[in-house]
């Protein structure tokens, strides 16, 4: 039995999120059918992180368990031969048989993508947030630095959230802008269900300056979902990145044009 670890990066619009749901189009039933062709046996697969309905993946990263024998180009060639456009397997390599996708990484980065100008886009619908009020990105960023560190994240989970504990290490969390687009960079080692869609929620708030910065440290404190922004678009979001321990030797997840 040999374990293969993978990379993949889809366009979620289509889809209820990565998980197997009756009924529902999903990143892991696509992908394990797929899977299942190249190996010819039944493949299952387990990822990093679950995303959701509408969220996107530049940097997943998933294994399997396979008796099959295959070459790693097999793998890759033969799984895309068999999805749809909008998901690729970007490349496949063998780990030991302790590397778990999820329970072996170190940490996961979020992108959240917004469109800040007057017109929307025609070229890049379901696939960034748009928001035409000019946004201050400056008080964004102040704003970010309050949620920074360990904390309750209570305010920022969904009422749907099945995790135990509401404690998550927020190692960084950064705005930047680059000409009409915004960019928050969320890196934790792991995310409550909606809390970074709930951070951009927020912080968007505060960058239409419908609050002060200050408000983000309050609505951290509170631990109250009830007294924080809206939940932000799925449209917007990706899985950027996972870090696991460099033993493992995986690849970095490539650029793409869609690095603004």
């Not at 299942?36 to 697969?45: G, I, K, M, N, P």
């Not at 399997?64 to 890759?76: C, K, M, S, Y």
């Not at 397997?89 to 469109?115: D, G, K, Q």
Request: proline fraction near 4%; aromatic fraction near 8%.
């Amino acid at each position: 039995m040999a374990r293969i670890a993978i990379g993949l990066e889809y366009q979620g619009s289509a889809y209820a999120g990565w998980q197997r749901q009756p009924g529902c189009r999903s990143i892991q039933e696509g992908l394990e059918r797929a899977l299942t062709q190249v190996a010819d046996e039944t493949v299952s697969v387990v990822c990093a992180g679950r995303t959701d309905a509408g969220v996107h993946a530049r940097g997943q990263v998933a294994h399997f368990d396979t008796q099959a024998r295959r070459a790693l180009r097999a793998w890759v060639l033969g799984a895309n031969a068999a999805l749809p456009r909008d998901i690729s397997l970007v490349w496949a390599l063998p780990v030991p048989e302790h590397f778990h996708a999820r329970y072996s990484a170190e940490a996961r980065t979020y992108r959240y993508i917004i469109l800040n100008r007057r017109a929307r886009s025609g070229l890049l619908a379901q696939r960034v947030t748009w928001v035409h009020r000019r946004l201050d990105e400056r008080a964004m960023a102040q704003a970010a630095a309050a949620l920074v560190g360990e904390h309750d994240f209570s305010a920022f989970r969904a009422a749907e959230c099945q995790s135990k504990s509401p404690i998550r290490r927020l190692e960084s969390l950064r705005v930047s802008r680059r000409g009409d687009w915004l960019i928050i960079d969320a890196t934790a080692n792991a995310f409550l269900h909606h809390m970074v869609r709930n951070i951009a929620g927020l912080l968007m708030t505060v960058g239409r300056g419908d609050a002060s910065p200050q408000w983000a440290a309050q609505v951290l404190a509170g631990r109250d979902r009830r007294a924080a922004a809206p939940t932000a678009s799925a449209d917007g979001l990706y899985l950027w990145s996972v870090r696991y321990p460099r033993a493992f030797a995986l690849p970095e997840s490539p650029a793409e044009p869609i690095d603004v």
